[in-house]
T-cell receptor, first 114, second 113 residues
Framework: GAGVSQSPRYKVAKRGQDVALRCDPISGHVSLFWYQQALGQGPEFLTYFQNEAQLDKSGLPSDRFFAERPEGSVSTLKIQRTQQEDSAVYLC????????????FGPGTRLTVT | AQSVTQLGSHVSVSEGALVLLRCNYSSSVPPYLFWYVQYPNQGLQLLLKYTSAATLVKGINGFEAEFKKSETSFHLTKPSAHMSDAAEYFCAVTEAAGNKLTFGGGTRVLVKP
């Protein structure tokens, strides 16, 4: 596709459920980032992949959050035992390679935990 | 550590008037700075970026920003607002290519006819 795609666009989960959010980066992009955007705030960094390697996961808020990119393309962000404070928009971004400044963002997945 | 402060969470301008959105940053090394725009239910779109070349940076849709090291600022301007400029704008900083972005809290722009 032409841009970064994310699915689902909207997800409602009951507290305690597990969720999986998918990101399809731009084809050929080496770098992939996940950000969390709470209502009324700017995005905050969660984790970074270079190909399949997760080089930085310092932003993951708890061990309930897990991300993977097994083949260096599609990435999945998994949240276990969701809590109300996990409600946010989860944004995925990709960039061509580690020397690139520009990150291309997907439309995000809006997660609501009830 | 890097940080970004955007002054004013909401700005209201009249159509045709100047748009000025303020951004101040903190960085321990020479920064790279960005402005993104977010329309409702959409992702972030890059407006412009400063990567240590010219301090006055021109972007898309008539926006420009000036990097002022002495003031640690990177304010965004547009001479004449259009209704289509109504959106949320985010300033962001990174300390190296390929690194994570640190965003400000955003400024929502309302354009009055």
């Amino acid at each position: 596709g032409a841009g970064v795609s994310q699915s689902p666009r909207y997800k409602v989960a009951k507290r305690g459920q597990d969720v999986a959010l998918r990101c399809d980066p731009i084809s050929g992009h080496v770098s992939l980032f996940w950000y969390q955007q709470a209502l009324g705030q700017g995005p905050e960094f969660l984790t970074y992949f270079q190909n399949e390697a997760q080089l930085d996961k310092s932003g993951l808020p708890s061990d309930r959050f897990f991300a993977e990119r097994p083949e260096g393309s599609v990435s999945t962000l998994k949240i276990q035992r969701t809590q109300q404070e996990d409600s946010a928009v989860y944004l995925c971004a990709s960039s061509f390679d580690p020397s690139s400044y520009e990150q291309y963002f997907g439309p995000g997945t809006r997660l609501t935990v009830t | 550590a890097q940080s970004v402060t955007q002054l004013g969470s909401h700005v209201s301008v009249s159509e045709g008037a100047l748009v000025l959105l303020r951004c101040n940053y903190s960085s321990s090394v020479p920064p790279y700075l960005f402005w993104y725009v977010q329309y409702p239910n959409q992702g972030l779109q890059l407006l412009l970026k400063y990567t240590s070349a010219a301090t006055l940076v021109k972007g898309i849709n008539g926006f420009e920003a000036e990097f002022k090291k002495s003031e640690t600022s990177f304010h965004l301007t547009k001479p004449s607002a259009h209704m289509s400029d109504a959106a949320e704008y985010f300033c962001a900083v990174t300390e190296a290519a390929g690194n994570k972005l640190t965003f400000g809290g955003g400024t929502r722009v309302l354009v009055k006819p």
